[in-house]
């Protein structure tokens, strides 16, 4: 057994530019190792499982055994070194699950341990195949090029590992501009490289309706954008299946009843404030405005209708119903809202908005799911919803706090720290001022935030589920898709996985201490597909801490 100096040795390994590619990221757990080479032995290197019947392993083992052969990863911090001297050979990886049980929810252990040794098999023991994915994506971290060679240069190595939030997402907009599969599909490879768990696909919104649809099919025909930007059903079963071989979740959100005026492309009848123009900014918070009538009995069925359909498409137990941002001044002029409530005194278009969501709140329980929704349908219509319901946090880092005192589970998404569409000036045309969101929010501020801030009782910590950083697409598409997200994505994986606090030294987590660490994966990512943005210039990756700014006096 190998000393546990847990944290404190990795902390010490990456102190030094030679031994940062010992680092993993996200930083796991518990994270012992040595000081001595050892070769992968390419031309016959396996990784076996013992397990087959596992869908999940099975992919992942021929997924991680062409990474191996093929990667030939050399860290920019080792560019002028020699020789390493290897200890021997590694020739097998041996994957070790305790159930081959594939069903990926909140409550699926993801953790697993990994040993490699000096000489001979490494292993990965994992209770669930999706604990076995993430320990495949930590090994195949640990091999980079030296001379010629595939090494893992610290060995031996024992790491004990597991996330420190459930939830762990990127929430993807592909209504208001289209990304095709093949971009969705590097999103969710990049995503596994960084141990996220959750693709929170905002399919739809106010722009278009690009997903097709079998029981109103004019929604598609009407609102997509064009033929070739819509999803079909066998498309989006491509991706949820490529998503769970990668240990991911699909959640869908079809935000309803605001920001929903492509609805009335295809059945204006059940909408309120149409496209008013051009005051659109009165009845919505951008345009075009509209949203589904909530008086009349036809959009509630027709929400139903939406539900009951993609509820049994996407197979994800949380079902996201939207909620944010709604106009009440597009409800209280629309003369059908105002005949009900003047026809049923005590109604208001407050009640309506409670009795809307209430309703909706208990179909999707109907169908066996989780309904997620955002804070605005709670917080703003002084509306009690059942626990079993998820909020998403995101007006200010306050609602986390404010949330959690309700009772209610969380995941964290403020804006001031994890929308990362900010900072590119406003997409309205005639306005030169700055986005409502900007600044930019670089990796330091994403990494710095900690979703636990002020939040000390341990039963309300655990309603904290995790954090998703979102991606809204009003100046975003497939084109811009790898370097918005990354690598400002992985810093905030990190702090999912790892959490904020260093365990090795109790405190939060060392920004000049981290910024190695990042550049170094970001190249990695780039050296696999994903076109990350840099993070310094390469005069700063090649002299580590020689770039942070000094200490006063």
């Known amino acids: 057994m190998w000393p546990q100096h847990a944290l404190a040795t990795l902390a010490v390994a990456l102190a030094t530019a030679g031994r940062a590619a010992a680092g993993v990221w996200p930083v796991p757990a518990t994270y012992d190792i040595g000081s001595i080479a050892v070769e992968i032995k390419r031309s016959d290197f396996m990784i076996k499982s013992n397990v087959t019947s596992s869908s999940v392993i099975n992919a992942a083992v021929e997924r991680y055994q062409y990474l191996i052969e093929h990667e030939y990863f050399a860290s920019p911090y080792n560019f002028n070194e020699d020789a390493l001297k290897t200890s021997g050979f590694l020739y097998a990886l041996q994957v070790n699950v305790q159930s081959a049980q594939d069903v990926f929810d909140l409550e699926t252990d ?89 693709l929170h696909w905002h ?41 769970k071989n990668r240990a991911i979740r699909v959640m869908p959100e079809f935000d309803m009843p605001g920001h929903t005026f492509v609805v009335g492309e295809a059945h204006p009848e059940i909408m309120s404030c149409l496209n008013k123009q051009p005051n659109w900014d009165k009845y919505a918070a951008e345009p075009p405005s509209g949203q589904l009538n909530i008086a009349d009995p036809r959009a509630m069925t027709f929400a139903f209708d939406v539900i009951a359909e993609y509820s049994r498409l996407f197979v994800d137990l949380g079902f996201h119903l939207g909620g944010s941002s709604l106009n009440l001044d597009c409800w209280r002029e629309d003369p059908i809202i105002d005949i009900y409530t003047r026809e049923h005194p005590g109604e208001s278009v407050e009640s309506l908005v409670r009795g809307w969501f209430m309703q ?20 703003n219509f002084n509306y009690t919803a059942k626990n079993t319901t998820i909020l998403q946090a995101w007006v200010n880092e306050d609602s986390v706090t404010k949330l959690v005192d309700r009772g209610y589970r969380v995941v964290a998404s403020p804006w001031d720290r994890y929308y990362l569409d900010c900072g ?34 341990p039963a309300k910590q655990k309603l904290v589920l995790g954090g998703e950083v979102a991606l809204w697409s009003a100046q975003s598409d497939e084109t811009t898709v790898d370097r918005y997200l990354w690598p400002r994505a992985a810093a905030f994986a990190e702090i999912m996985w790892s959490g904020s606090i260093d365990p090795s030294t109790n405190a939060t987590r060392d920004l000049v201490k981290t910024a190695p660490r990042l550049t170094e994966h970001r190249f990695r990512m780039v050296a696999r597909g994903i076109m990350a943005e840099p993070v310094q210039p390469l005069w700063c990756i090649r002299h580590p801490e020689s770039c942070s700014r000094p200490s006063p006096p």
């Open 424 to 457: 590119h000036g406003s997409w309205v045309s005639n306005f030169d001022g700055g986005s409502w969101c900007d600044p930019f929010k670089d990796w330091k501020r994403i990494y710095s935030y900690n979703p636990l801030t002020n939040i000390t009782d």
């Open 360 to 379: 909706m709140f208990k179909k999707v329980g109907e169908l066996g799911k989780i309904p997620f929704a955002w804070e605005d349908s709670v917080l």
């Open 203 to 243: 399919i739809v919104d106010a722009f278009s309706w690009p997903v097709e649809s079998k029981v109103h099919p004019e929604l598609t025909e009407k609102g997509a954008y064009s033929l070739d930007m819509r999803y079909s059903y066998e498309e989006i079963k491509k991706i949820i299946n490529y998503a």
């Open 110 to 198: 993801e953790s697993y341990t990994l040993d490699v040794p000096l000489e001979g098999k490494a292993v990965i023991n994992a209770v669930t195949p999706f604990g076995a994915v993430r320990g495949l994506e930590t090994f195949s971290q640990l091999i980079s090029a030296n001379s010629g060679r595939k090494i893992v240069r610290d060995a031996p190595v024992k790491i004990v590992d597991a996330p420190k939030f459930p939830h762990r997402g990127i929430l993807l907009d592909t209504s208001r501009n289209f990304y095709h599969v093949d971009s969705i599909l590097r999103t969710l490879d990049a995503m596994a490289y960084n141990k996220l768990n959750v």
